[in-house]
């Protein structure tokens, strides 16, 4: 069930970026990348949880443990919580990094001096290089 609350939501929220829904197999959904950066953004339902591929640069699992919740109010709030990271993510709020050491992502412009010791400077938001 929650593949096909993803799906809608996605959908309804995101309707001009060209998303494919898969319901039932992996990914479930998928919008194409922007610019030639990125890899497609992915997202797989894992049962309790989403996970979403941010092209090459991380991975992120949205889940809801919550015991005070059913699990259709649990699985709401994971695709609430999505929906959310996206329209931060298309706005070009969060940065994605990665090098051989790892990657991730974090609030644009939030680089502390010890992350760019390790991972250097270079940083891509969804519509291309950050800096």
């Known amino acids: 069930m929650l593949a096909e609350i ?16 898969d319901v039932g197999n992996r990914p479930t959904a998928t919008f194409p990348p922007v610019h030639p950066a990125w890899s497609p953004i992915e997202f797989c339902d894992d049962g309790e949880e989403v996970t979403v591929h941010f092209g090459d640069f991380t991975l992120v699992h949205f889940g809801n443990y919550d015991d005070g ?17 996206l329209h931060d993510v298309f706005a070009d709020k969060v940065e994605f990094y990665g ?33």
């Open 6 to 21: 993803l799906a809608t939501e996605l959908a309804e929220h995101f309707p001009n970026r060209g998303l494919r829904i």
């Open 69 to 85: 919740l059913t699990p259709a109010e649990r699985e709401c709030r994971i695709v609430s919580d999505v929906v959310a990271f």
């Open 99 to 131: 090098t051989r050491f790892g990657g991730g992502c974090r609030s644009r412009g939030s680089q502390g001096k010890w992350s760019r010791r390790i991972f250097g400077d270079q940083a891509f938001v969804w519509s291309g290089p950050a800096r």
